[in-house]
């Protein structure tokens, strides 16, 4: 397992294994895509702000391998601690039974069925909700999966979206990120089709929807809860990226 630590350029780069809600669908046609919703996909943050520095809380993330999102609740409700996890069009429902304890880090296994085989997630998360990360995971059919994980706090609503790029040399792949509309930043990671490599990517979105890298070069647009875009590498090749949100 690989961790890399750049994300919105202040929280942790992480590695999984995980599953794929099937309840935002996406448009095949590019007029309909500008009006793309995700229907399940909440407004306003789910986690509330007295646990914004507690263990206790919302955390979300994107994977790539194959792809999809995954969503902790730990105690955000005081009572119930899940995950809900998603890959290759297929929902999992992960539980633990640790107890969560006041002032101390919180470490426990997610425990699942996927497809008849037991799916485990190993979450840590400090006291305070800093450096969440998965430990070690066993998910059948995904032993590679690369996650980007984050906290979200009751005043920054943390999205999710899957998308790919295309290159002019005919190079595509899988592009998930994370972003924050109110903090202004997104992360993520990117990979090419048929590579175990994964690029850490992640920039600044300006208060009209223009993304830009860490290099301040602007790649595409956020309208709505689509990413649309395009911009040419330093070699001349012309990069495209559509994505759409599902977390």
């Given amino acids: 397992m690989k961790t890399t630590t750049k994300l919105f350029g202040m929280a942790t780069v992480l590695l999984l294994s995980f599953a794929v809600m099937t309840s935002c669908s996406k448009e095949d046609d590019a007029s309909e895509a500008q009006a793309y919703v995700c229907?399940?996909?909440?407004?306003?943050?789910?986690?509330?702000p007295e646990y914004d520095q507690s263990s206790k809380g919302?955390?979300?993330?994107?994977?790539?391998?194959?792809?999809?999102?995954?969503?902790?609740?730990?105690?955000?409700?005081n009572t119930d601690i899940t995950a809900t996890l998603t890959i290759d069009e297929t929902t999992i429902l992960l539980t633990s039974s640790i107890t969560w304890?006041?002032?101390?880090p919180y470490v426990a296994p997610f425990i699942g069925?996927?497809?008849?085989?037991?799916?485990?997630?190993?979450?840590?998360?400090?006291?305070?909700?800093?450096?969440?990360?998965?430990?070690?995971s066993n998910i059948p059919g995904h032993p590679n999966a690369v996650f980007v994980l984050v906290k979200e706090t009751s005043n920054a609503l943390i999205e999710g979206y899957e998308g790919t790029y295309t290159?002019?040399?005919?190079?595509?792949?899988?592009?998930?990120?994370?972003?924050?509309?109110?903090?202004?930043?997104w992360g993520g990671i990117a990979r090419e089709d048929g590579s175990s490599e994964v690029d850490d990517i992640h920039g600044s979105i300006s208060q009209s929807g223009v993304i830009y890298d860490d290099n301040?070069?602007?790649?595409?647009?956020?309208?709505?809860e689509t990413i649309s875009g395009s911009f040419s590498e330093s070699n001349g090749t012309t990069v495209t990226i559509s994505a759409y949100r599902t977390l």
């Fill in 39 to 48: 229907e399940t996909c909440p407004s306003t943050p789910e986690a509330k």
């Fill in 58 to 77: 919302i955390y979300k993330g994107i994977l790539i391998g194959s792809s999809g999102t995954i969503k902790f609740n730990v105690a955000n409700n």
């Fill in 101 to 104: 304890e006041d002032g101390q």
């Fill in 113 to 136: 069925d996927f497809n008849g085989q037991t799916a485990t997630v190993n979450f840590y998360v400090e006291a305070d909700g800093d450096n969440a990360q998965i430990l070690s």
């Fill in 167 to 185: 290159k002019s040399n005919s190079v595509s792949g899988t592009f998930n990120v994370l972003v924050s509309k109110t903090l202004g930043k």
């Fill in 216 to 224: 301040g070069r602007q790649i595409g647009t956020l309208s709505g």
